[in-house]
Antibody, heavy 120, light 107 residues
Framework: EVQLVESGGGLVKPGGSLRLSCAASGFTFSSYSMNWVRQAPGKGLEWVSSISSSSSYIYYTDSVKGRFTISRDNAKNSLYLQMNSLRAEDTAVYYC?????????????WGQGTLVTVSS | DIQMTQSPSSLSASVGDRVTITCRASQGISNYLAWYQQKPGKVPKLLIYAASTLQSGVPFRFSGSGSGTDFTLTINSLQPEDVATYYCQKYNSAPFTFGPGTKVDIK
């Protein structure tokens, strides 16, 4: 059974940093691109970042470029999102999601999400 | 960047009704379009990819169509468990943008 478990969320002050993790199991992690999608309270889904299976290709939405860094450790079956210079508008539930496995970035499995709150 | 829009933003229909949601891309994306369902308080679920391919396990009352810039998600015979917000998403190239969502409830 595919499982994605996010951790690392919490309350942080504007300008602060946070590192999210996603522990994957039930599939060959190193064969899949992985992604972060967020959802602000009461709002829609927003794609944040994607990383290919070997980390060769990395993509970000414009609003997080230069502030967020996606990475992965295939030996540990883990995905990460380092978030720096956090802003109030980064407040959201952050979901880890697996892509389809064919370098096609639609998402067939999602974690339960971790809440990030940026507030003073 | 390509923008995604959806219409309507919300709708209310009766059980058994046929429901149609439209998604439009500001530029052509071929058939690189997915649909997701998010029930209240739950995680998004993939319904359809490649514009019209039903994800395994998804009820056959859901169907998708379209190519290029205009796409449709249809729910044949709406059921109470279909109350949710539905999102389209483009994946032809980054950014892998979601539409704003369509909220569906029961009349």
């Amino acid at each position: 059974e595919v499982q994605l478990v996010e951790s690392g969320g919490g309350l942080v002050k504007p300008g602060g940093s946070l590192r999210l993790s996603c522990a994957a199991s039930g599939f060959t992690f190193s064969s899949y691109s992985m992604n972060w999608v967020r959802q602000a309270p009461g709002k829609g889904l927003e794609w944040v970042s994607s990383i290919s299976s070997s980390s060769s290709y990395i993509y970000y939405t414009d609003s997080v470029k230069g502030r967020f860094t996606i990475s992965r450790d295939n030996a540990k079956n883990s995905l990460y999102l380092q978030m720096n210079s956090l802003r109030a508008e980064d407040t959201a539930v952050y979901y880890c999601a697996r892509d389809s496995g064919s370098y096609l970035y639609y998402f067939d499995y999602w974690g339960q999400g971790t809440l990030v709150t940026v507030s003073s | 960047d390509i923008q995604m829009t959806q219409s309507p933003s919300s709708l209310s229909a009766s059980v058994g009704d046929r429901v149609t949601i439209t998604c439009r891309a500001s530029q052509g994306i071929s058939n690189y379009l997915a649909w997701y369902q998010q029930k209240p308080g739950k995680v998004p679920k993939l319904l359809i990819y490649a514009a019209s391919t039903l994800q395994s396990g998804v009820p056959f009352r859901f169907s998708g169509s379209g190519s290029g810039t205009d796409f449709t998600l249809t729910i044949n015979s709406l059921q109470p468990e279909d109350v949710a917000t539905y999102y389209c998403q483009k994946y032809n190239s980054a950014p892998f943008t979601f539409g704003p969502g369509t909220k569906v409830d029961i009349k």
